[in-house]
């Protein structure tokens, strides 16, 4: 045999052995959780699929309170959320399988609070955002605040006067959670507060509406809405959410996102979730994050992440 006839074979059995490498990664993931995070799940899926044809990734983006129940029934393998697990979360996937769940962060993110472009405010503070959306004030507030002229009198603009309609996202919403947790320091919505059941609704009824105001997640914004400066406190300098605010936390509302997946101690992954989740935290995976308007891990962050992968 020539030499270049051996090394032509030799290419051949590289490429059929890398092949066989690659379809040894096969069989279907089901993903159900976040709605934020629904679009970014799809596009990791197909990026993967792209290099393991035998794989199939079903994505259900049903809010990110149904992760942990479709965790624990056995319905999803992996756990999209837009915040982390909460205590009792976790507790019920404990008393089901006797230990903890195994969570990645994937992304960065942030609750981007907006209004009509119409609107003259430019910042607002958490009291103030308290203030609109909560019965309890945690964060605060004096009194509540139910019109726009009740925030600055001094601004001269119609909407002032016209009553603050508050929009936002539905219960089995991580960010309608996160969003409690931050902006209203835990406390309650109040109840005339319109809860939609996905982020594109949230803005489209702001841009619709020029005395509205609404919260969504970062990736979901766009020119029809004006994203406002949010402060801590009125002392504080308002940030609007972008690459650096956001991973640096200055920005009040940054927040990450999770995949959880259930791992028995002591235990690897699975092939397949485990080269899933590798896609996710690789090069590739994590530049996909900016088509979908989510900001990626720092390298740092990548690094600790991909150790943790069993």
């Not at 915040?83 to 008393?95: C, Y």
């Not at 958490?126 to 959306?133: M, V």
């Not at 835990?186 to 009824?205: C, D, F, H, L, M």
């Not at 940030?239 to 009040?252: K, W």
Request: proline share 6%.
């Amino acid at each position: 045999m020539s030499i270049a006839m051996h090394a032509l074979c030799l290419v051949l059995a590289l490429t059929a052995n890398a092949a066989s490498a690659v379809d040894s990664i096969g069989g279907t993931l089901t993903s159900v959780g976040s709605d934020t995070a629904s679009a970014l799940m799809t596009h990791w899926a197909a990026g993967f699929q792209a290099s393991h044809p035998a794989a199939r990734i079903q994505v259900q983006g049903s809010g990110s309170a149904s992760a942990p129940i479709a965790l624990i029934e056995g319905a999803a393998d992996l756990g999209p959320m837009s915040r982390p697990m909460n205590a009792s979360e976790q507790a019920a996937f404990r008393e089901r399988f006797g230990y903890e769940p195994t969570g990645f962060v994937v992304a960065h993110d942030a609750i981007a609070v907006f209004v009509h472009p119409d609107n003259p405010r430019a910042r607002i503070t958490l009291a103030e955002i308290d203030a609109i959306y909560s019965s309890t004030r945690s964060c605060g507030g004096v009194r509540p605040i139910h019109r726009w002229g009740e925030l600055d009198a001094s601004i001269r603009a119609p909407v002032l006067q016209s009553p603050i309609l508050a929009t936002g996202r539905d219960s089995g919403s991580g960010t309608h959670e996160l969003f409690r947790e931050t902006a209203l320091c835990g406390g309650r919505y109040r109840s005339e507060v319109i809860a939609w059941p996905g982020n594109g609704a949230v803005v489209a009824t702001v841009a619709r509406n020029p005395e509205a105001i609404g919260y969504a997640g970062l990736g979901y914004v766009n020119g029809l809405v004006k994203t406002l400066a949010v402060a801590r406190d009125a002392a504080d300098a308002a940030t609007t959410p972008d690459a650096q605010t956001v991973a640096s936390g200055r920005y009040p509302l940054a927040r990450a996102i999770h995949v959880y997946v259930n791992q028995r101690p002591q235990q690897p992954l699975a092939p397949l979730p485990r080269a899933f989740i590798a896609y996710i935290l690789s090069d590739e995976g994590q530049q996909l994050l900016r088509h979908e308007g989510f900001l990626p891990l720092e390298a740092d962050e990548v690094r600790e992440q991909r150790a943790s992968l069993p």
